[in-house]
């Protein structure tokens, strides 16, 4: 289950890569020691100097367009804040665009550098039969784990999907808000260096002969992120995965503490949304519980529609 994050991680890189080829399309031619309890996606920074708040929002990288719908509630405070602050600046088309190339392994590698013949040919024929953002030639020299988060999103049970980032960002547009990131997509796709490429073509190939299991838990993902649950959504997290539970520190506690101190030093100072994946929200080791021992109050924000529903 754990192998569940790692789609939240490559969702947005290979949102990252959508954006990069829209991009280049136009050139030729977007409580310490517990859970929190509160279902809701939005949370309020107050306190330790702040004169005005901030807010934390989980966001899912890659959901069904008819499911990407902002609440009454973010839409107020996209309208009032400062800054829009995403894990990476997805403003920037010109970084976008290079960033395809911290996608590919390193020394030229590619998945036929990786795997037997027969497991290479069943990863080709896959793509053969399911179309993809990008041709297999090019994926082929991508790390595996972005293009198993390629797989993830055919997951999907939809024609088109969007992201909550790029709708924070449409929303904010008019505004004319700032955009700016935790950490740039060379640093994202370089944290998949630092895992064996032969053991992610061995979960690629797990992803490929275990799809209709997939996309079952990537539905059941889904709904948790709809119902914003996130203490739902950190239980499976927490679940092992046989090959990358011990790469978890790295992919995402470390990145969580290394946001909090930065968040710290600029939180004083003007007020922010801060939107980021949801599963780095929850938990002992999540940014909310984080946050809070850096001195802050961290609560819950009703994240409705007037009506009732559960907009997200």
């Known amino acids: 289950m754990r192998r569940k994050y790692i789609a939240w991680l490559t969702g947005l890189l290979t949102a990252a890569i959508g954006i990069g080829c829209h991009a280049q399309k136009q050139s030729q031619t977007s409580g310490q020691g517990r859970s929190p309890i509160a279902h809701t996606l939005l949370w309020r920074i107050s306190g330790k100097g702040i004169t005005r708040p901030s807010y934390l929002y989980g966001t899912m990288h890659v959901l069904c367009a008819d499911d990407a719908v902002l609440s009454d509630s973010l839409k107020a405070v996209i309208a009032r804040c400062d800054e829009l602050y995403f894990e990476i600046n997805l403003s920037d088309m010109a970084g ?21 013949p027969d ?8 793509f053969a039969k399911h179309a993809s953002l990008l041709p297999f030639g090019m994926l082929e020299r991508f790390k595996p784990m972005l293009i198993s988060g390629l797989i993830e999103q055919q997951g999907m049970d939809c024609q088109t999907s969007d992201g909550m980032e790029l709708m924070i960002m ?22 998949f260096d630092s895992i064996p490429y032969e053991l992610q073509a061995k979960e ?17 993902l889904v709904t948790l992120y709809k119902n914003q649950d996130l203490e ?29 101190r930065e968040l710290d030093s600029v939180l004083t100072k003007r ?27 961290v609560e819950p924000v009703k994240n409705k529609a007037p009506n009732g529903s559960q907009s997200i």
Do not use: C
């Open 271 to 297: 007020s922010l949304l801060i939107a980021v994946g949801a599963a780095h929200l929850p938990g002992v080791n999540g940014v909310i519980e984080l946050l809070r021992r850096e001195g802050y109050t």
């Open 170 to 191: 449409k929303e904010g547009h008019p505004y004319h808000k700032p955009v700016k990131g935790l950490e740039t997509a060379e640093f994202q796709a370089g944290l």
């Open 119 to 126: 497991d290479y040919a069943r990863v080709k024929d896959y």
């Open 96 to 116: 976008m665009l290079s960033s395809m190339k911290y996608m590919r392994m390193n020394d030229s590698k590619r998945l036929s550098d990786l795997l037997k």
């Open 232 to 260: 739902g959504i950190d239980k499976l997290s927490q679940k092992d995965d046989n090959g990358i539970s011990g790469y978890m520190d790295m992919l995402l506690y470390n990145r969580n503490r290394k946001w909090a």
């Open 204 to 220: 690629l190939l797990n992803y490929i002969d275990s799809a209709d299991e997939n996309n079952k838990m990537m539905r059941e």
